[in-house]
C-alpha cells in the first residue's frame, strides 16, 4: 500500500566536475524534499552519499566498470527507492536512469550548460524516456525533440 502523505524521495546523480558543480545547485529539492546525492569518487571531495567508480567513454575498462557500477546502482536503489532521478549526466546516471525506466519513476535530465550548441551523447540517449528534458541553453532547444529551455544552473 502506498504512502500518499509521503514526501518524493529523489535520487540526484552525476558525474564529477561540471555536472556535479550544476547538480549540487539543486540541493534546495533535497532540503525540500527526501533525497540523496550520487556522484564518482575522485580526489576532489564531494557532499554525496554515495559514490561510484569514475569512467568515460574512452577508458579501457568502461564496461567492467559500468558493471560494477550497475550492481551497487541496484543496491542503492533497494535501499532508498527514489521517486524522482534527476540528472545532469553522464555515465554514472546510466544505470539509474535504465531502473527508472523500468520501474517507472520519473527520470529528469538537465543538459549540461557547457553544450550550447550541439547535443551530448548522454542527452541524446536519455532524452527517448524522459518525463522532463531541460536545457540550459535557449539554442540547445533546436537539438532535442522534447527539450524545454529552463535557464542556467548557475
Not at 108 to 127: C, L, S, Y
Amino acid at each position: 500500500m502506498r504512502n500518499h502523505n509521503r514526501k518524493p524521495r529523489l535520487c540526484l546523480v552525476s558525474s564529477s566536475g561540471g555536472h556535479w558543480e550544476q547538480l549540487q545547485k539543486l540541493q534546495p529539492l533535497i532540503d525540500k524534499y527526501d533525497g540523496f546525492l550520487v556522484t564518482e569518487k575522485t580526489d576532489f571531495p564531494a557532499d554525496a552519499k554515495y559514490f561510484m567508480r569514475q569512467t568515460d567513454l574512452k577508458d579501457k575498462r568502461m564496461l567492467i566498470k559500468m558493471i560494477v557500477n550497475g550492481i551497487k546502482a541496484v543496491g542503492i536503489w533497494i535501499k532508498e527507492r527514489p521517486d524522482f532521478v534527476i540528472t545532469t549526466g553522464t555515465m554514472v546516471a546510466y544505470p539509474f536512469y535504465l531502473m527508472a525506466v523500468l520501474f517507472h519513476k520519473k527520470f529528469v535530465f538537465i543538459e549540461t550548460f557547457g553544450r550550447a550548441n550541439m547535443a551530448t551523447v548522454a542527452g541524446e540517449k536519455m532524452e527517448k524516456h524522459s518525463d522532463l528534458f531541460i536545457v540550459q541553453w535557449e539554442s540547445q532547444v533546436k537539438h532535442y525533440k522534447k527539450a524545454v529551455y529552463g535557464g542556467c544552473l548557475y
